[in-house]
Protein backbone atom coordinates (compact mmCIF):
# COMPACT_ATOMS: atom_id res chain seq x y z
CA UNK A 1 0.00 0.00 0.00
CA UNK A 2 0.87 3.37 -0.52
CA UNK A 3 3.39 5.50 2.31
CA UNK A 4 1.36 8.42 3.66
CA UNK A 5 3.97 10.93 3.56
CA UNK A 6 1.64 13.47 4.45
CA UNK A 7 2.02 14.81 8.12
CA UNK A 8 -0.49 14.93 10.46
CA UNK A 9 0.44 17.68 12.87
CA UNK A 10 2.08 20.96 11.43
CA UNK A 11 4.72 23.09 13.32
CA UNK A 12 3.85 26.33 13.31
CA UNK A 13 6.62 29.54 14.02
CA UNK A 14 9.17 27.03 15.61
CA UNK A 15 11.80 24.33 14.63
CA UNK A 16 9.77 20.99 13.09
CA UNK A 17 12.00 18.77 15.34
CA UNK A 18 10.45 20.55 18.47
CA UNK A 19 8.03 18.37 19.36
CA UNK A 20 6.88 20.84 22.21
CA UNK A 21 3.22 22.18 22.40
CA UNK A 22 2.62 22.76 18.65
CA UNK A 23 -0.25 24.82 16.49
CA UNK A 24 -2.29 21.85 15.20
CA UNK A 25 -3.85 22.50 11.55
CA UNK A 26 -5.23 20.40 9.10
CA UNK A 27 -5.04 20.39 5.17
CA UNK A 28 -9.38 21.15 4.69
CA UNK A 29 -9.24 18.95 1.54
CA UNK A 30 -8.23 15.91 3.17
CA UNK A 31 -9.86 15.85 7.09
CA UNK A 32 -12.66 13.53 6.34
CA UNK A 33 -9.77 10.52 5.58
CA UNK A 34 -7.78 11.82 8.21
CA UNK A 35 -9.88 12.67 10.66
CA UNK A 36 -8.34 13.41 14.70
CA UNK A 37 -8.17 10.95 16.38
CA UNK A 38 -10.38 10.67 19.61
CA UNK A 39 -8.03 9.16 22.98
CA UNK A 40 -10.24 8.70 25.63
CA UNK A 41 -8.72 10.75 28.73
CA UNK A 42 -8.73 7.41 30.58
CA UNK A 43 -6.22 6.20 27.79
CA UNK A 44 -3.72 9.35 28.20
CA UNK A 45 -1.12 7.82 30.65
CA UNK A 46 0.83 11.34 31.88
CA UNK A 47 -0.35 15.02 31.18
CA UNK A 48 2.19 18.07 31.55
CA UNK A 49 2.61 20.86 30.08
CA UNK A 50 4.39 20.29 26.57
CA UNK A 51 2.84 16.18 25.47
CA UNK A 52 0.36 13.83 26.49
CA UNK A 53 1.66 10.31 26.05
CA UNK A 54 -1.44 7.84 25.04
CA UNK A 55 -1.14 3.93 25.39
CA UNK A 56 -0.94 1.29 23.24
CA UNK A 57 -3.80 0.51 23.10
CA UNK A 58 -4.74 3.74 21.94
CA UNK A 59 -2.46 3.60 19.44
CA UNK A 60 -3.14 0.36 17.73
CA UNK A 61 -6.81 1.83 18.30
CA UNK A 62 -5.54 4.92 15.97
CA UNK A 63 -3.78 2.79 13.58
CA UNK A 64 -7.05 0.40 13.25
CA UNK A 65 -9.19 3.60 11.79
CA UNK A 66 -5.95 4.75 9.46
CA UNK A 67 -5.93 2.00 8.04
CA UNK A 68 -9.55 1.51 7.26
CA UNK A 69 -9.95 4.90 6.09
CA UNK A 70 -6.59 3.98 3.40
CA UNK A 71 -8.74 1.34 1.72
CA UNK A 72 -10.68 4.24 -0.42
CA UNK A 73 -11.07 6.63 -1.97
CA UNK A 74 -11.43 10.27 -0.22
CA UNK A 75 -14.95 10.49 -1.82
CA UNK A 76 -16.10 6.70 -0.72
CA UNK A 77 -17.67 7.08 2.67
CA UNK A 78 -18.43 3.28 3.45
CA UNK A 79 -14.85 2.88 5.41
CA UNK A 80 -14.86 6.25 7.28
CA UNK A 81 -16.15 6.83 10.66
CA UNK A 82 -19.66 7.90 10.76
CA UNK A 83 -20.35 11.44 12.55
CA UNK A 84 -22.24 9.98 14.97
CA UNK A 85 -19.06 8.21 16.69
CA UNK A 86 -17.07 11.54 16.88
CA UNK A 87 -16.34 13.11 19.89
CA UNK A 88 -17.46 16.76 20.52
CA UNK A 89 -14.28 19.21 19.26
CA UNK A 90 -13.09 20.12 22.46
CA UNK A 91 -12.64 16.56 23.32
CA UNK A 92 -10.21 15.88 20.30
CA UNK A 93 -7.22 14.83 20.53
CA UNK A 94 -4.81 14.64 17.55
CA UNK A 95 -2.34 11.28 17.38
CA UNK A 96 1.17 11.66 16.42
CA UNK A 97 3.70 8.64 15.33
CA UNK A 98 6.08 9.93 18.19
CA UNK A 99 3.22 8.24 20.68
CA UNK A 100 1.82 11.75 21.98
CA UNK A 101 -1.38 13.10 21.30
CA UNK A 102 -2.24 16.88 21.45
CA UNK A 103 -5.36 18.61 22.34
CA UNK A 104 -7.26 20.46 19.33
CA UNK A 105 -8.19 24.00 20.42
CA UNK A 106 -10.27 24.69 17.11
CA UNK A 107 -12.21 21.56 14.55
CA UNK A 108 -12.81 22.66 10.99
CA UNK A 109 -15.11 20.18 10.28
CA UNK A 110 -18.01 21.75 10.35
CA UNK A 111 -17.58 24.11 13.62
CA UNK A 112 -16.77 27.47 13.43
CA UNK A 113 -16.34 30.19 16.49
CA UNK A 114 -18.72 32.96 15.60
CA UNK A 115 -21.81 32.58 17.93
CA UNK A 116 -25.41 33.43 15.24
CA UNK A 117 -25.06 37.32 16.02
CA UNK A 118 -22.10 37.04 14.93
CA UNK A 119 -22.60 35.89 11.97
CA UNK A 120 -25.75 37.77 11.55
CA UNK A 121 -23.65 41.08 11.51
CA UNK A 122 -20.69 39.68 9.15
CA UNK A 123 -23.46 39.15 6.77
CA UNK A 124 -25.27 42.46 7.36
CA UNK A 125 -21.42 44.04 7.37
CA UNK A 126 -20.26 42.18 4.09
CA UNK A 127 -24.42 42.57 1.92
CA UNK A 128 -24.37 46.25 3.17
CA UNK A 129 -22.22 48.14 0.11
CA UNK A 130 -22.16 51.25 -2.29
CA UNK A 131 -25.74 50.27 -3.26
CA UNK A 132 -27.54 52.15 -0.15
CA UNK A 133 -26.60 55.38 -2.14
CA UNK A 134 -28.67 54.40 -5.09
CA UNK A 135 -31.46 53.33 -3.10
CA UNK A 136 -33.52 56.49 -2.91
CA UNK A 137 -32.49 56.84 -6.77
CA UNK A 138 -33.81 53.63 -7.79
CA UNK A 139 -37.49 53.99 -5.72
CA UNK A 140 -37.96 57.59 -7.36
CA UNK A 141 -37.14 55.57 -11.04
CA UNK A 142 -40.06 52.59 -9.95
CA UNK A 143 -42.03 54.91 -8.11
CA UNK A 144 -42.60 55.62 -4.54
CA UNK A 145 -45.30 52.40 -3.56
CA UNK A 146 -43.80 50.39 -6.26
CA UNK A 147 -40.01 50.81 -5.23
CA UNK A 148 -41.03 49.51 -1.64
CA UNK A 149 -42.99 46.23 -2.80
CA UNK A 150 -39.99 45.66 -5.27
CA UNK A 151 -37.30 46.07 -2.33
CA UNK A 152 -39.32 43.54 -0.57
CA UNK A 153 -39.89 40.84 -3.18
CA UNK A 154 -36.25 41.13 -4.56
CA UNK A 155 -35.24 41.01 -0.74
CA UNK A 156 -37.39 37.29 -0.69
CA UNK A 157 -36.73 36.06 -4.09
CA UNK A 158 -32.51 36.35 -3.41
CA UNK A 159 -32.89 35.27 -0.41
CA UNK A 160 -34.50 32.37 -1.53
CA UNK A 161 -31.55 31.69 -4.14
CA UNK A 162 -29.26 31.99 -1.65
CA UNK A 163 -30.85 29.33 0.60
CA UNK A 164 -30.37 27.10 -2.70
CA UNK A 165 -26.56 27.84 -2.23
CA UNK A 166 -26.17 27.02 0.91
CA UNK A 167 -28.02 23.82 0.48
CA UNK A 168 -26.08 23.03 -3.18
CA UNK A 169 -23.20 21.34 -1.52
CA UNK A 170 -25.89 18.60 1.04
CA UNK A 171 -27.43 17.33 -2.42
CA UNK A 172 -24.15 15.91 -3.82
CA UNK A 173 -24.04 12.58 -2.69
CA UNK A 174 -21.26 10.28 -2.14
CA UNK A 175 -18.82 12.88 -2.29
CA UNK A 176 -17.16 15.35 0.24
CA UNK A 177 -18.01 18.74 0.01
CA UNK A 178 -17.24 20.27 3.39
CA UNK A 179 -14.47 22.32 1.83
CA UNK A 180 -16.10 23.49 -1.40
CA UNK A 181 -17.23 26.87 -2.33
CA UNK A 182 -20.38 27.34 -5.04
CA UNK A 183 -17.77 27.48 -7.59
CA UNK A 184 -17.07 24.05 -7.16
CA UNK A 185 -20.55 23.10 -7.31
CA UNK A 186 -20.93 24.55 -10.32
CA UNK A 187 -17.80 22.80 -11.44
CA UNK A 188 -19.55 19.45 -10.27
CA UNK A 189 -22.20 19.87 -12.44
CA UNK A 190 -21.22 21.58 -15.82
CA UNK A 191 -17.74 21.06 -15.91
CA UNK A 192 -14.94 23.32 -17.20
CA UNK A 193 -17.83 25.17 -18.24
CA UNK A 194 -19.19 25.88 -15.00
CA UNK A 195 -16.11 26.92 -13.34
CA UNK A 196 -15.46 29.04 -15.68
CA UNK A 197 -18.32 31.21 -16.18
CA UNK A 198 -18.50 31.14 -12.47
CA UNK A 199 -15.44 32.51 -12.39
CA UNK A 200 -16.09 35.01 -14.95
CA UNK A 201 -19.07 36.30 -13.39
CA UNK A 202 -17.39 36.28 -10.13
CA UNK A 203 -14.96 38.65 -11.72
CA UNK A 204 -17.77 40.69 -13.39
CA UNK A 205 -18.70 41.44 -9.84
CA UNK A 206 -15.82 42.63 -8.65
CA UNK A 207 -14.83 44.73 -11.64
CA UNK A 208 -18.29 46.30 -11.37
CA UNK A 209 -17.83 47.00 -7.58
CA UNK A 210 -14.37 48.32 -8.14
CA UNK A 211 -15.42 50.78 -10.80
CA UNK A 212 -18.32 52.17 -8.68
CA UNK A 213 -15.71 52.28 -5.83
CA UNK A 214 -13.40 54.53 -8.00
CA UNK A 215 -16.40 57.06 -9.24
CA UNK A 216 -17.53 57.47 -5.86
CA UNK A 217 -14.04 57.56 -4.46
CA UNK A 218 -13.36 60.27 -6.97
CA UNK A 219 -16.68 62.09 -5.99
CA UNK A 220 -15.72 62.13 -1.97
CA UNK A 221 -12.28 63.38 -2.98
CA UNK A 222 -13.32 65.86 -5.08
CA UNK A 223 -16.30 67.42 -2.64
CA UNK A 224 -13.90 67.22 0.29
CA UNK A 225 -10.97 68.82 -1.70
CA UNK A 226 -13.46 72.05 -2.67
CA UNK A 227 -14.31 72.29 1.26
CA UNK A 228 -11.59 72.85 2.66
CA UNK A 229 -10.08 75.25 0.25
CA UNK A 230 -13.29 77.09 0.46
CA UNK A 231 -12.71 76.64 4.29
CA UNK A 232 -9.34 78.02 4.23
CA UNK A 233 -9.40 80.47 1.81
CA UNK A 234 -12.40 81.68 3.52
CA UNK A 235 -14.70 81.88 -0.02
CA UNK A 236 -18.12 80.24 -1.14
CA UNK A 237 -18.38 79.62 -5.08
CA UNK A 238 -20.08 76.54 -6.15
CA UNK A 239 -22.17 75.98 -9.14
CA UNK A 240 -25.49 77.84 -10.19
CA UNK A 241 -28.04 75.27 -9.44
CA UNK A 242 -31.30 75.15 -8.11
CA UNK A 243 -31.54 74.67 -4.56
CA UNK A 244 -33.98 75.20 -0.92
CA UNK A 245 -34.19 77.86 1.26
CA UNK A 246 -33.21 77.50 4.89
CA UNK A 247 -30.43 76.35 6.80
CA UNK A 248 -30.77 72.30 5.57
CA UNK A 249 -30.10 72.99 2.11
CA UNK A 250 -30.66 70.28 -0.38
CA UNK A 251 -29.80 71.07 -4.06
CA UNK A 252 -30.77 69.71 -7.82
CA UNK A 253 -27.61 68.95 -9.52
CA UNK A 254 -28.91 67.66 -12.56
CA UNK A 255 -30.84 70.68 -12.99
CA UNK A 256 -28.32 73.33 -12.90
CA UNK A 257 -29.04 76.25 -14.63
CA UNK A 258 -32.84 75.39 -14.49
CA UNK A 259 -35.39 78.05 -12.79
CA UNK A 260 -38.09 75.68 -11.41
CA UNK A 261 -41.02 77.07 -10.25
CA UNK A 262 -40.94 78.23 -6.17
CA UNK A 263 -37.05 77.56 -6.35
CA UNK A 264 -34.37 79.95 -5.19
CA UNK A 265 -31.65 79.84 -7.45
CA UNK A 266 -28.70 80.66 -4.90
CA UNK A 267 -24.98 80.81 -5.92
CA UNK A 268 -21.90 81.81 -3.78
CA UNK A 269 -19.74 84.80 -5.23
CA UNK A 270 -16.18 84.41 -4.84
CA UNK A 271 -14.46 87.41 -2.28
CA UNK A 272 -12.11 88.17 -4.56
CA UNK A 273 -9.62 85.00 -4.67
CA UNK A 274 -8.58 85.29 -8.57
CA UNK A 275 -6.47 81.61 -7.32
CA UNK A 276 -10.42 79.76 -7.58
CA UNK A 277 -10.26 79.67 -11.01
CA UNK A 278 -6.70 78.02 -11.11
CA UNK A 279 -7.53 75.54 -8.76
CA UNK A 280 -10.63 74.62 -10.63
CA UNK A 281 -8.36 74.11 -13.25
CA UNK A 282 -6.18 71.88 -10.87
CA UNK A 283 -9.12 70.14 -9.35
CA UNK A 284 -11.53 69.11 -11.38
CA UNK A 285 -13.96 66.39 -10.77
CA UNK A 286 -13.71 64.59 -14.28
CA UNK A 287 -10.32 65.88 -15.42
CA UNK A 288 -7.33 65.54 -12.75
CA UNK A 289 -8.95 64.39 -9.93
CA UNK A 290 -9.32 60.17 -10.83
CA UNK A 291 -5.81 60.81 -11.96
CA UNK A 292 -4.41 61.65 -8.69
CA UNK A 293 -6.58 58.79 -6.70
CA UNK A 294 -4.85 56.41 -9.20
CA UNK A 295 -1.29 57.09 -8.79
CA UNK A 296 -2.69 56.97 -4.77
CA UNK A 297 -4.49 53.65 -5.68
CA UNK A 298 -1.72 52.35 -8.08
CA UNK A 299 0.99 52.50 -5.23
CA UNK A 300 -1.53 50.93 -2.07
CA UNK A 301 -2.18 47.75 -4.53
CA UNK A 302 0.99 46.84 -3.66
CA UNK A 303 0.48 46.81 0.04
CA UNK A 304 -0.19 43.65 1.63
CA UNK A 305 -3.98 42.78 1.89
CA UNK A 306 -3.81 42.05 4.86
CA UNK A 307 -2.98 45.53 6.57
CA UNK A 308 -6.19 46.89 4.73
CA UNK A 309 -8.49 44.20 6.08
CA UNK A 310 -7.67 45.26 9.51
CA UNK A 311 -10.14 48.81 8.55
CA UNK A 312 -13.57 46.42 7.87
CA UNK A 313 -15.18 47.84 10.77
CA UNK A 314 -14.87 50.75 8.56
CA UNK A 315 -17.59 49.55 6.39
CA UNK A 316 -19.97 49.41 9.73
CA UNK A 317 -18.91 52.80 10.95
CA UNK A 318 -20.28 54.22 7.66
CA UNK A 319 -22.91 52.49 7.43
CA UNK A 320 -24.04 53.57 10.67
CA UNK A 321 -23.42 57.04 10.25
CA UNK A 322 -25.38 57.31 7.16
CA UNK A 323 -28.33 56.20 8.60
CA UNK A 324 -27.73 59.11 11.71
CA UNK A 325 -27.57 61.82 8.57
CA UNK A 326 -30.58 60.32 6.72
CA UNK A 327 -32.72 60.09 10.79
CA UNK A 328 -31.23 64.01 11.29
CA UNK A 329 -31.97 65.12 7.77
CA UNK A 330 -35.41 63.88 7.66
CA UNK A 331 -36.26 65.36 10.79
CA UNK A 332 -35.34 68.71 10.05
CA UNK A 333 -36.93 68.60 6.34
CA UNK A 334 -39.98 66.82 7.03
CA UNK A 335 -42.11 64.45 4.83
CA UNK A 336 -43.53 65.59 1.50
CA UNK A 337 -45.44 63.22 -0.31
CA UNK A 338 -47.74 63.69 -3.03
CA UNK A 339 -49.89 59.81 -4.49
CA UNK A 340 -50.81 59.32 -7.61
CA UNK A 341 -50.43 55.94 -9.44
CA UNK A 342 -49.65 57.36 -13.26
CA UNK A 343 -49.71 60.67 -13.32
CA UNK A 344 -46.68 62.84 -13.37
CA UNK A 345 -46.46 66.14 -11.99
CA UNK A 346 -44.06 69.43 -11.36
CA UNK A 347 -42.77 68.09 -8.36
CA UNK A 348 -44.12 64.56 -7.80
CA UNK A 349 -43.38 61.36 -9.92
CA UNK A 350 -45.98 58.06 -9.82
CA UNK A 351 -46.29 55.18 -7.48
CA UNK A 352 -45.66 53.32 -10.47
CA UNK A 353 -43.17 53.91 -13.49
CA UNK A 354 -42.14 51.78 -16.18
CA UNK A 355 -38.41 52.70 -15.48
CA UNK A 356 -38.66 49.94 -12.06
CA UNK A 357 -36.38 47.34 -13.60
CA UNK A 358 -33.27 50.32 -12.80
CA UNK A 359 -34.18 49.13 -9.51
CA UNK A 360 -34.52 45.40 -9.58
CA UNK A 361 -31.01 46.23 -11.10
CA UNK A 362 -29.52 48.06 -8.34
CA UNK A 363 -30.78 45.26 -5.75
CA UNK A 364 -29.83 42.69 -7.31
CA UNK A 365 -26.47 43.98 -6.62
CA UNK A 366 -27.16 45.08 -3.18
CA UNK A 367 -28.70 41.42 -2.14
CA UNK A 368 -26.03 40.05 -3.25
CA UNK A 369 -23.72 37.80 -1.67
CA UNK A 370 -24.62 34.03 -2.96
CA UNK A 371 -20.61 34.04 -4.28
CA UNK A 372 -18.80 33.87 -0.66
CA UNK A 373 -22.36 33.12 1.77
CA UNK A 374 -20.74 29.66 2.12
CA UNK A 375 -17.62 30.87 3.43
CA UNK A 376 -19.16 33.14 6.04
CA UNK A 377 -21.68 30.75 7.22
CA UNK A 378 -18.69 27.75 7.51
CA UNK A 379 -17.30 30.06 10.48
CA UNK A 380 -21.00 30.22 12.52
CA UNK A 381 -20.49 27.78 15.67
CA UNK A 382 -24.47 26.99 15.26
CA UNK A 383 -24.44 25.03 11.65
CA UNK A 384 -27.70 23.96 12.36
CA UNK A 385 -29.04 27.82 12.59
CA UNK A 386 -27.38 28.64 9.19
CA UNK A 387 -30.97 29.33 7.25
CA UNK A 388 -31.96 31.34 10.42
CA UNK A 389 -29.77 33.69 10.62
CA UNK A 390 -29.40 33.92 6.89
CA UNK A 391 -32.74 35.28 7.06
CA UNK A 392 -32.42 37.37 9.91
CA UNK A 393 -29.79 39.06 8.03
CA UNK A 394 -31.44 39.77 4.52
CA UNK A 395 -33.76 41.35 7.24
CA UNK A 396 -32.38 43.08 8.46
CA UNK A 397 -30.42 43.97 5.50
CA UNK A 398 -33.91 45.00 3.48
CA UNK A 399 -34.64 46.95 6.52
CA UNK A 400 -31.91 49.14 6.38
CA UNK A 401 -32.15 49.16 2.44
CA UNK A 402 -36.31 50.22 3.48
CA UNK A 403 -35.34 52.91 6.20
CA UNK A 404 -32.71 54.98 4.12
CA UNK A 405 -34.82 54.88 0.92
CA UNK A 406 -38.02 55.75 1.97
CA UNK A 407 -36.45 58.69 4.09
CA UNK A 408 -34.43 59.87 1.50
CA UNK A 409 -37.48 60.07 -0.82
CA UNK A 410 -40.49 60.82 1.53
CA UNK A 411 -38.04 63.74 3.13
CA UNK A 412 -36.64 65.59 -0.23
CA UNK A 413 -38.14 68.65 -0.52
CA UNK A 414 -41.06 69.06 -3.00
CA UNK A 415 -42.10 71.38 -3.79
CA UNK A 416 -39.42 73.42 -3.97
CA UNK A 417 -37.39 70.73 -5.77
CA UNK A 418 -38.75 68.19 -8.33
CA UNK A 419 -38.62 64.49 -7.29
CA UNK A 420 -36.67 64.01 -10.43
CA UNK A 421 -33.87 65.57 -8.37
CA UNK A 422 -32.72 62.55 -6.75
CA UNK A 423 -29.96 61.85 -7.77
CA UNK A 424 -27.69 58.44 -8.32
CA UNK A 425 -25.65 59.35 -5.35
CA UNK A 426 -27.99 60.91 -2.85
CA UNK A 427 -25.19 62.48 -0.85
CA UNK A 428 -24.94 64.95 -4.22
CA UNK A 429 -28.32 66.33 -3.36
CA UNK A 430 -26.45 68.10 -0.28
CA UNK A 431 -23.87 71.02 -1.24
CA UNK A 432 -20.03 70.24 -0.24
CA UNK A 433 -20.38 72.58 2.49
CA UNK A 434 -22.83 70.15 4.57
CA UNK A 435 -20.98 69.44 7.41
CA UNK A 436 -22.89 66.06 7.87
CA UNK A 437 -21.99 65.36 4.17
CA UNK A 438 -18.53 66.50 4.24
CA UNK A 439 -18.51 63.57 7.15
CA UNK A 440 -20.11 60.91 5.43
CA UNK A 441 -17.90 61.56 2.42
CA UNK A 442 -14.96 61.83 4.61
CA UNK A 443 -15.81 58.42 6.53
CA UNK A 444 -16.43 56.64 3.07
CA UNK A 445 -13.43 57.63 1.28
CA UNK A 446 -10.97 56.54 3.93
CA UNK A 447 -13.21 53.38 4.07
CA UNK A 448 -13.19 52.87 0.12
CA UNK A 449 -9.76 53.69 -0.27
CA UNK A 450 -8.54 50.72 2.21
CA UNK A 451 -11.20 48.10 0.58
CA UNK A 452 -10.04 48.83 -3.08
CA UNK A 453 -7.39 46.99 -2.59
CA UNK A 454 -8.76 44.35 -1.29
CA UNK A 455 -10.90 43.71 -4.36
CA UNK A 456 -8.03 44.24 -6.44
CA UNK A 457 -6.35 41.47 -4.62
CA UNK A 458 -9.41 38.96 -4.91
CA UNK A 459 -9.30 39.85 -8.77
CA UNK A 460 -6.37 39.02 -8.91
CA UNK A 461 -6.22 35.87 -6.62
CA UNK A 462 -8.92 34.62 -8.76
CA UNK A 463 -7.47 35.43 -12.07
CA UNK A 464 -3.93 34.22 -12.04
CA UNK A 465 -5.23 31.04 -9.70
CA UNK A 466 -7.00 30.04 -12.72
CA UNK A 467 -4.82 31.05 -15.90
CA UNK A 468 -1.77 30.17 -14.04
CA UNK A 469 -1.92 28.28 -10.97
CA UNK A 470 -0.15 30.45 -8.86
CA UNK A 471 -1.75 34.16 -7.35
CA UNK A 472 1.57 35.67 -7.68
CA UNK A 473 3.50 34.17 -10.88
CA UNK A 474 6.03 36.93 -11.45
CA UNK A 475 5.76 41.21 -9.82
CA UNK A 476 5.53 42.24 -13.66
CA UNK A 477 2.39 39.97 -13.95
CA UNK A 478 0.85 41.64 -10.93
CA UNK A 479 1.76 45.20 -12.36
CA UNK A 480 0.26 45.04 -15.92
CA UNK A 481 -2.73 44.21 -13.88
CA UNK A 482 -2.78 46.42 -11.23
CA UNK A 483 -2.60 49.49 -13.86
CA UNK A 484 -4.99 47.66 -16.11
CA UNK A 485 -7.80 48.00 -13.52
CA UNK A 486 -6.36 51.23 -12.25
CA UNK A 487 -6.90 52.93 -15.80
CA UNK A 488 -10.38 51.34 -16.08
CA UNK A 489 -11.36 52.74 -12.75
CA UNK A 490 -9.77 56.29 -14.04
CA UNK A 491 -11.35 55.79 -17.81
CA UNK A 492 -14.84 55.10 -16.09
CA UNK A 493 -14.57 57.95 -13.52
CA UNK A 494 -13.85 60.56 -16.49
CA UNK A 495 -16.16 59.21 -19.19
CA UNK A 496 -19.39 57.75 -16.82
CA UNK A 497 -19.39 59.58 -13.50
CA UNK A 498 -23.11 58.04 -12.73
CA UNK A 499 -22.68 54.69 -10.51
CA UNK A 500 -26.81 53.87 -10.75
CA UNK A 501 -25.89 52.99 -14.25
CA UNK A 502 -22.58 50.89 -13.01
CA UNK A 503 -24.56 49.27 -10.24
CA UNK A 504 -27.37 48.33 -12.83
CA UNK A 505 -25.11 46.33 -15.24
CA UNK A 506 -22.68 45.03 -12.71
CA UNK A 507 -25.63 43.62 -10.46
CA UNK A 508 -27.63 42.20 -13.45
CA UNK A 509 -24.94 40.44 -15.03
CA UNK A 510 -23.24 39.05 -11.78
CA UNK A 511 -26.73 38.40 -10.63
CA UNK A 512 -27.48 36.21 -14.00
CA UNK A 513 -25.59 33.46 -13.21
CA UNK A 514 -25.17 33.15 -9.27
CA UNK A 515 -28.83 34.76 -8.22
CA UNK A 516 -30.99 33.68 -11.07
CA UNK A 517 -29.72 30.88 -12.74
CA UNK A 518 -27.35 28.19 -11.27
CA UNK A 519 -28.80 28.16 -7.81
CA UNK A 520 -32.46 27.52 -8.82
CA UNK A 521 -30.81 25.14 -12.30
CA UNK A 522 -28.10 23.11 -9.95
CA UNK A 523 -31.55 22.23 -7.54
CA UNK A 524 -33.55 20.79 -10.59
CA UNK A 525 -30.39 18.99 -11.54
CA UNK A 526 -30.39 17.53 -8.40
CA UNK A 527 -34.05 16.46 -7.96
CA UNK A 528 -33.97 14.89 -10.83
CA UNK A 529 -31.28 13.01 -10.68
CA UNK A 530 -32.96 11.85 -7.47
CA UNK A 531 -36.50 11.08 -9.27
CA UNK A 532 -37.99 13.91 -7.11
CA UNK A 533 -38.57 16.68 -9.81
CA UNK A 534 -41.75 17.46 -9.76
CA UNK A 535 -43.56 19.94 -12.68
CA UNK A 536 -44.47 22.92 -9.77
CA UNK A 537 -40.64 22.56 -9.06
CA UNK A 538 -39.80 23.21 -12.80
CA UNK A 539 -42.46 25.98 -13.36
CA UNK A 540 -41.34 28.04 -10.29
CA UNK A 541 -37.62 27.40 -10.67
CA UNK A 542 -37.66 28.09 -14.48
CA UNK A 543 -39.61 31.51 -13.81
CA UNK A 544 -36.78 32.78 -11.69
CA UNK A 545 -34.27 31.89 -14.42
CA UNK A 546 -36.33 33.87 -16.69
CA UNK A 547 -37.14 37.07 -14.64
CA UNK A 548 -32.96 36.89 -14.00
CA UNK A 549 -32.60 36.97 -18.13
CA UNK A 550 -35.12 39.63 -18.30
CA UNK A 551 -33.67 41.78 -15.72
CA UNK A 552 -30.37 41.70 -17.71
CA UNK A 553 -32.11 42.69 -20.69
CA UNK A 554 -34.20 45.50 -19.26
CA UNK A 555 -31.21 47.26 -17.95
CA UNK A 556 -30.16 47.92 -22.13
CA UNK A 557 -33.79 48.81 -22.25
CA UNK A 558 -33.56 51.57 -19.99
Known amino acids: MEEDTSPLLVPVGGDENDIGALNIQFNPEDFKYKRPFHIEPTNIVTVNDDTQRITDEASAMNKRIHYYSRLASPSDRALVAPDHVLPAPEEIYVYSPLGTAYKIEGCTDGYGKNSSIVTIFMIWNTMMGTSILSIPWGIKQAGFTSGIVIILLMGVLTLYCCYRVVKS ?206 TLLKNNKNQESNVRDLSIAYFLVGLTYLYVGILIFAAFPSPPLSK ?82 IIRYSGAACGLAFVFVYPPLIYMISLHRENRLTWLAIVIHSTIILLGVANLIAQFLM
Request: charged fraction near 10%; hydrophobic fraction near 50%.
Open 169 to 374: RAMIPLTDTSTWEFPDVCKYYFGSFGQWSSLLFSLVSLIGAMVVYWVLMSNFLYNTGIFIYNYAHDINVTDIVPGTNGSTKVICPGDAGKEVPGNRTWTFASTGDSGFEEFEQLWSKSKTVPLYLGILVLLLNFKSPSFFAKFNVLGTVSVIYLVILVTVKAALLGFHLEFDWFKSTTYFVPEFRTLFPQLTGVLTLAFFIHNCVI
Open 420 to 501: ECIEQNFLDNFPSNDIMSFLARIFLLFQMVTVYPLLAYLARVQLFGHLFGNVYPSFLHVLVLNIAMVGVGVAMAMLYPNIGG
